[in-house]
């Protein structure tokens, strides 16, 4: 299965070469962690224990892990081979969660109509230029029925606009809105990110789903990687964070998120 990486290989070396300090570099924030609360919370929402769930970019396990925990049955996938064998090692013990090596645009060794839902976190999608093959790919591994939790980052952030146009910093404030797609880098290895609006989420995603539920999240207040911020001005925090959690389903607000949480149905037919 190791020869799926070559699908995205740059993708792949990226995280690779960071799986053994993504936890303490990108993990685990105050936000990070409220955040992963908000999208386990709609979860337990739709389904529950001993509900099946397939993670799709499931990095180091983390989101896995807690759901096995919780008493779902998990099934967790990940380009990055160096990413699954630590989730394989902090996941020792749990009989209920399995951890394979994977592309998402291909999980034709995953068993069809198996999931009651399958999760993808924290802006996964955005490694791909072909939402539509996923789509199909996701589809054919749940039930009838099933949902499918897309957590993505939109063509436009408020937060993130806002933040580099103070700066000056014109040509960061307007990345999400390159259609072709923005060249980031992680550990000096280069690769291509895409933005996705809900609108073409949906429309991606139109042949097999229902859109049933739309929310952004950190559309006042600051994203994960702004924590520096966040601890510097707790209370401006808390406050921005209450805001986001009144007006985060609101018409346009819910699109402008730092992520886009999109809760979609499997259709019956």
């Not at 999400?176 to 980031?184: F, M, P």
């Amino acid at each position: 299965m190791a020869q799926l990486a070559h699908d995205h290989p740059e993708v792949a070396s990226a995280f690779d070469s960071l799986a053994g300090q993504y936890d303490a570099l990108f993990g685990h924030n105050a936000i990070s962690e409220r955040l992963r609360q908000k999208i386990y919370s709609t979860i337990d929402f739709w389904v529950r224990p001993p509900a099946k769930i397939l993670d799709i970019n499931c990095g180091t396990g983390t989101d896995g892990i807690h759901l096995a925990e919780k008493g779902f049955s998990i099934v967790a996938v990940d380009l990055s081979s160096r990413m699954i064998a630590e989730a394989n090692r902090k996941s020792q013990g749990l009989p209920n969660a399995q951890f394979l090596v994977a592309s998402y645009e291909n999980l034709d060794h995953i068993a069809a109509n198996e999931f009651d839902l399958v999760l993808s976190n924290f802006g996964g999608l955005n490694c791909t230029r072909d939402l539509t093959e996923v789509g199909k790919q996701v589809a054919d591994r749940l039930k009838p029925g099933g949902y499918f939790i897309a957590v993505v980052m939109p063509s436009f952030s408020l937060w993130e606009t806002f933040s580099f146009a103070i700066r000056r910093d014109f040509k960061k404030a307007l990345r999400r809105l390159n259609r072709a797609g923005t060249v980031t880098q992680l550990n000096g290895i280069s690769f291509t990110v895409y933005y996705y609006s809900p609108g073409q989420v949906a429309r991606a995603f139109s042949a097999g789903f229902e859109v049933i539920e739309t929310f952004g999240l950190n559309v006042f207040s600051p994203p994960p990687h702004a924590w520096k911020a966040a601890k510097r001005f707790p209370a401006l925090t808390a406050g921005l964070e209450a805001i986001d959690d009144l007006l985060c389903r609101l018409p346009v607000l819910r699109s402008i998120g730092d992520h886009n949480v999109m809760v979609l149905r499997k259709r019956l037919r």
